[in-house]
């Protein structure tokens, strides 16, 4: 067990629709990364929180927003879902602090179907 | 191309053999990380390194900054070990993740 958190694990949804994905870091971790991972394009990077503010942007669409809350906790939220944007989105925390890399802690995933 | 190459992309081995998987990239890092992927999809992190080498049980894990190159080796490979195994690196202050296509590793009783 990593210590982190993502649910829900499966979802099926509609094209169209809109679904909120929700990550706990690892206690203490202030840096949240959520990774996206389809078949044809493998694991990218969408993007970065460190204690509640945006800190790195990857290849995320403009349909696709985050937030990392006080309490440390974070959601990726999908709008307007195509049948591409089916894949497993991973969540990862870290400590970070200042330039030491930290080694990051990954969740299980949510695996989003879109039909 | 791709930032982060691995070699090879599909691996095939008997019960006890020695494995080795290659990571090569093309960008200076300041670390760099090797992960495992069940077939369930859970990615659990093994080893994060910036130089030399490190070991843990039968995996050992080396990285050369000079030659931007790294190898992951397991010794006495087990049926268990089949997964898919991951590359990635991160860069100066950005820590975000930049991924090798994997090696999935298939270890036969």
């Known amino acids: 067990d990593s210590g982190v958190t993502q649910t829900p694990k499966h979802l099926i949804t509609a094209t169209g629709q809109r679904v909120t994905l929700r990550c706990s870091p690892r206690?203490?971790?202030?840096?949240v990364y959520w990774y996206q991972q389809s078949l044809d394009q493998g694991l990218q990077f969408l993007i970065q929180y460190y204690n509640g503010e945006e800190r790195a942007k990857g290849n995320i669409l403009e349909r696709f927003s985050a937030q990392q809350f006080p309490d440390l906790h974070s959601e990726l939220n999908l709008s307007s879902l195509e049948l591409g944007d089916s894949a497993l989105y991973f969540c990862?925390?870290?400590?970070?602090?200042?330039?030491?890399?930290?080694?990051?802690?990954f969740g299980q995933g949510t695996r989003l179907t879109v039909v | 191309k791709n930032e982060v190459e691995q070699s090879p992309q599909n691996l095939t081995a008997q019960e006890g053999e020695f494995i080795t998987i290659n990571c090569s990239y093309s960008?200076?890092?300041?670390?760099l990380h090797w992960l495992q992927q069940h077939p369930g999809g859970g990615i659990v992190s093994l080893f994060m390194l910036s130089s030399g080498k490190k070991k843990h049980g039968r995996l050992i894990a080396t990285i050369n900054i000079q030659e931007k190159h790294s190898s992951l080796h397991i010794t006495a490979s087990h049926p268990r070990d089949s997964a898919v195994y991951i590359c990635a690196v991160t860069g100066g202050s950005n820590y975000k993740l930049t991924f090798g296509k994997g090696t999935l590793l298939t270890v036969n009783p």
């Open positions: 990862a925390s870290s400590v970070v602090k200042g330039s030491e890399n930290t080694e990051a802690f």
């Open positions: 206690s203490g971790d202030l840096s």
């Open positions: 960008v200076g890092i300041s670390a």
